[in-house]
């Protein structure tokens, strides 16, 4: 029997930056999460993920919009500087909201305040060739960028719903071309979401820079998952490719009603949660009249 295990390529550089993601390509894959405050990116760094994204999914699951267009800079930047806090090995990511890269000098200012205000070390943008002179503008000026093709939710509007994308011959070739351009215009990577997975391997074999797949198979060079979908913490809907690791909206409705229960019964707080006097203070302290005021 062979002893021998193929150990992938990998470059683990801590703090994690986006040459050594892009050094990953076909190598171990790459994991990545959204967060979007401090405890979220203490978990999702302290789980050792690679990449953590301050997704505009924000505006659905942390504040409860309709989807992800309402979400201005002012929000996500303030999410970015909370989430910032938390992360100290994953590369932070911000993500470009819905017409804040609509123009290169747009894209400059707005990516720019990512990573001075907010503390990012990249930004990530919606769309393939027409973003190209977005992405060479930003790259040019030093602020590695996170591509994003296929299903790109701020277009949703113009795909007529949440649909996966690429599904005949010619929506296939123009992803790869969206690829191909992301690549050629610097970005250090690219997520293809909602693609079918012969078009994702195609689409990976046709970039030198790494795949980040989000209902993409398990082709790509790496994952991407929503946090509150992983933890089933967002109840509106799933997409058929989120995994749901854990029930944790479920468990903590649970949990708040025993709390209710308990103080309702007087069963809490209890003796352990209790601040007491020493004895001779307390003496003292019974002898004090109150007199209520009127
Ligand atoms: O906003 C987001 O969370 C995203 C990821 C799911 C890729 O764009």
Do not use: W
């Not at 903590?252 to 004895?279: M, W």
């Amino acid at each position: 029997m062979s002893t021998h295990t193929e150990t992938p390529k990998t470059t683990k550089v801590s703090p994690m930056t986006a040459p050594a993601i892009q050094a990953r390509k076909n190598g171990e894959k790459i994991c990545c999460m959204t967060a979007y405050d401090y405890s979220s990116g203490v978990i999702a760094d302290s789980a050792g993920m690679d990449l953590v994204l301050v997704g505009d999914s924000l505006a659905m699951v942390v504040l409860g919009y309709e989807d992800s267009l309402s979400v201005t800079m002012d929000e996500m930047i303030h999410h970015v500087r909370a989430t910032r806090r938390g992360v100290k090995n994953a590369l932070l990511v911000a993500d470009m909201p819905f017409m804040s890269f609509r123009t290169v000098e747009t894209a400059l200012e707005n990516a720019g305040r990512f990573i001075q205000e907010g503390g990012a070390r990249a930004v990530k943008l919606e769309g393939g060739v027409p973003v190209v002179p977005q992405i060479q503008a930003l790259t040019d000026a030093g602020i590695p960028v996170m591509a994003h093709i296929g299903l790109t939710p701020q277009h949703v509007a113009k795909f007529g719903g949440f649909k996966a994308q690429g599904k005949s011959v010619e929506a296939a070739k123009a992803l790869i071309e969206d690829a191909q351009a992301v690549e050629a215009a610097g970005a250090f990577c690219v997520v293809v979401e909602a693609v079918p997975v012969e078009v994702a391997q195609l689409i990976t074999d046709a970039v030198d820079i790494p795949t980040i797949g989000i209902g993409a198979g398990n082709v790509t060079d790496g994952q991407v998952l929503v946090y509150h979908d992983v933890l089933g913490l967002f109840d509106r809907f799933t997409p058929k490719f989120v995994r749901k690791y854990a029930q944790q909206g479920k468990e903590a409705i649970e949990v708040f009603g025993q709390y209710i229960n308990d103080v309702r019964l007087g069963r809490f707080p209890g003796d352990k949660n209790t601040f007491y006097l020493s004895d001779d203070v307390a003496a003292q302290v019974r002898k004090i009249k109150v007199k209520k005021k009127k």
